[in-house]
């Protein structure tokens, strides 16, 4: 994992599932979490706008509001110490300048009863715990950095220093996303137990997530899963556009469809799987489908166009159905069971993220949000006197 992947994994904070998918930041699902007791920042508001944070944001001020290792509160016994906690601070403001574009009044309220101030202090609260759980999850599943693991992470550093050009050049990159090297160093060894803590739970790939596991997390999510055999109605115009075919081309490969389904139709055999792949290999002009789902395609709702939609869910698992017409051309269907181990549709191109994984990351969530209802969270004299509005005025002070 190059140093950017890294550091885009920090200042995401924790996000649990893109770090049990280690380092895959750009999931196509959005994996992380807002603090249960804090609402989404709003998008405008009826104030003044401030200046946006990016242009007056003064790091050393905010920073120097409390010593380093000044202990803000204690997780389990493990200090959090203000280097660490003014990270996760730093990461909720962004987070509020990212939705808003702007930093209002930190008395401004984001939701009934909840000040901006409460918002950012809730969101560092809850990553402190979602650090404190998975160092408590490792403690209990006995999981420890192993020399693999050690060796990666030096080797990202290596080349986060090659990127920017030596310590000095990351340390400043840092520090310019309110993080230090000790934080970073940190939060990526607890990464590491969170994700060894995953591979003790569930196995690479999650292989040994059982198959009643999967359908009890995927069984309110409607999944369909079939392959087909499709006869386009459309072809390429000579500069790469799709345009209808003729009449009498179309009539072509209507004829064409009709002759395949015949063949199906007539198949008396045990092994319909077998004539079906080999009809749809040798006629279907879905290629690149085929090419990323040799299995079939696995979606749900409005993945696909309607009536490919409606045909499989007409059809009984196991059965085909007759000539389906999409604006693409002639479809064949077959349904087929739910498989698992194959990457839905709307995941396309995330090739681990089969649907036994996607649950096995479901489960690993439930478990991290068991394990921080267990955390013992003892606040100190410096999360007492925090007062976010004048040590960000400070830091916003030209």
């Not at 920017?164 to 590491?192: P, Q």
């Not at 799987?273 to 879905?286: G, P």
């Not at 649950?359 to 955390?375: G, H």
Request: charged share 25%; net charge negative.
């Amino acid at each position: 994992m190059k140093a950017k992947t890294l550091l885009a994994l920090l200042l995401c904070a924790f996000m649990l599932l893109s770090v049990a998918a280690c380092a895959k930041t750009d999931a196509p699902a959005n994996t992380s979490e807002k603090p249960a007791e804090s609402a989404e920042a709003p998008s405008d508001g009826d104030s003044e706008p401030a200046p946006p944070v990016a242009e007056t944001f003064d790091f050393d001020a905010a920073y120097a509001a409390f010593a380093p290792d000044d202990v803000v509160m204690t997780i389990d016994g493990t200090d959090v110490t203000w280097d660490e906690y003014y990270y996760y601070l730093f990461s909720a403001i962004l987070d509020v300048q990212a939705t808003t574009g702007e930093l209002p009044d930190w008395s401004l309220p984001v939701d009934e009863g909840l000040s901006y101030t409460g918002y950012i202090v809730n969101s560092a609260d809850e990553n402190a715990s979602i650090a404190g759980a998975f160092l408590r999850g490792a403690r209990e599943l006995d999981v420890t950095l192993t020399d693999e693991n050690r060796a990666d992470i030096a080797l990202n550093i290596e080349n986060a220093y090659n990127e920017y050009g030596g310590a000095e050049g990351f340390n400043a990159f840092l520090r310019e996303n309110g993080c230090s090297f000790d934080v970073y160093d940190k939060i990526s060894k607890i990464n590491m137990l969170a994700y060894n803590s995953f591979l003790a739970l569930y196995g690479e790939s999650a292989v040994n997530v059982p198959d009643e596991d999967v359908a009890a997390q995927i069984a309110d999510s409607d999944y369909l899963m079939a392959k087909h055999i499709l006869v386009l109605t459309t072809k390429d115009d000579g500069s790469g556009y799709s345009v209808p075919m003729t009449d009498e081309e179309k009539a072509e490969a209507r004829a064409k469809v009709d002759g395949i389904l015949a063949q199906l139709d007539a198949y008396a055999g045990d092994d319909f799987d077998a004539l079906f792949d080999e009809l749809m290999n040798a006629n279907s002009e879905d290629t690149a489908g085929l090419a990323l789902n040799p299995n079939g395609y696995l979606f749900q709702a409005y993945d696909m166009v309607t009536e490919f939609e409606e045909g499989t869910r007409a059809l009984a698992v196991g059965s085909h159905s007759g000539v389906v017409e999409t604006d693409y051309g002639f479809h064949i269907i077959y349904r087929l069971p739910v498989n698992y181990d194959v990457v839905p549709l709307a995941y396309q191109g995330y090739q681990a993220y089969t649907l036994r994984y996607i649950s096995a990351q479901s489960m690993f969530t439930a478990q991290v949000d068991k394990w921080k209802s267990e955390l013992v969270v003892e606040n100190g004299a410096v999360y007492d006197s925090l007062n976010l509005a004048e040590i960000f005025k400070v830091a916003k002070a030209k």
